[in-house]
């Protein structure tokens, strides 16, 4: 990997960490569900949620470094059924969040670890996040720089990173406002069941 980083150009490299950072700061699916996380739970549900989702972006990557997410990606009939059990997944936490109790009166129901597993199994969950990961990298790997596959990993690795601690930020943003709006109002959950049903019916239709 040391041998990677001496060849592969950093104009490339730049320019793809750019592109990134851009893709990241705009809200998408991963943003909005630890936005929805840190309404119901608090800044640390957030983050949490956000370095869940974090997760479920390596295990993509390490999947597109194996080939395994184009083995995926040529047979629909498996993108179809990752995408309906995902959209399955944010219609129960929908629910879920629309039937509990006023925000933060329940004593921490939304703990740290349940939102990173929450937000590790809604990315892992979602086909778009394959299809993006083989369409995106590749863009800058060059056979002439070294490995590709040593090079989606490291590409991939920076994505990541980046985008897990954009992601996190805009969770902890959210669970401060959803604190400060707990002291005045008890809808927070409900907001938050609207956006996660939100979510899994733009991952059913888009």
């Not at 909005?32 to 608090?42: I, K, N």
């Amino acid at each position: 990997m040391w041998d990677l980083l001496q060849t592969y150009p950093a104009t490339e490299l730049a320019a793809f960490t750019a592109a990134g950072l851009a893709l990241n700061l705009t809200p998408g699916a991963d943003v909005m569900f630890a936005t929805a996380s840190g309404l119901r739970g608090g800044p640390k549900a957030g983050m949490a949620a956000g370095l869940g989702v974090g997760l479920g972006g390596a295990l993509h990557v390490s999947l597109a470094a194996l080939g395994l997410s184009a083995l995926i990606a040529a047979h629909p009939g498996a993108l179809t059924a990752i995408r309906w059990i995902g959209a399955a997944y944010l219609l129960w936490l929908a629910v879920a969040s629309w039937r509990s109790g006023p925000a933060r009166e329940q004593g921490g129901a939304l703990s740290p670890l349940a939102a990173i597993r929450r937000g590790f199994l809604a990315n892992v969950l979602n086909p778009k996040v394959i299809l993006f990961i083989l369409a995106f990298l590749p863009q800058f790997t060059n056979p002439a720089w070294g490995p590709v596959w040593q090079q989606i990993v490291l590409l991939g690795a920076i994505f990541t990173v980046t985008g897990t601690l954009v992601t996190m930020g805009y969770g902890a943003l959210a669970g401060a406002l959803g604190q400060t709006l707990a002291r005045r109002m008890s809808v927070l959950n409900k907001v938050a069941g609207v956006m996660f049903a939100g979510l899994a019916a733009r991952l059913v239709w888009e």
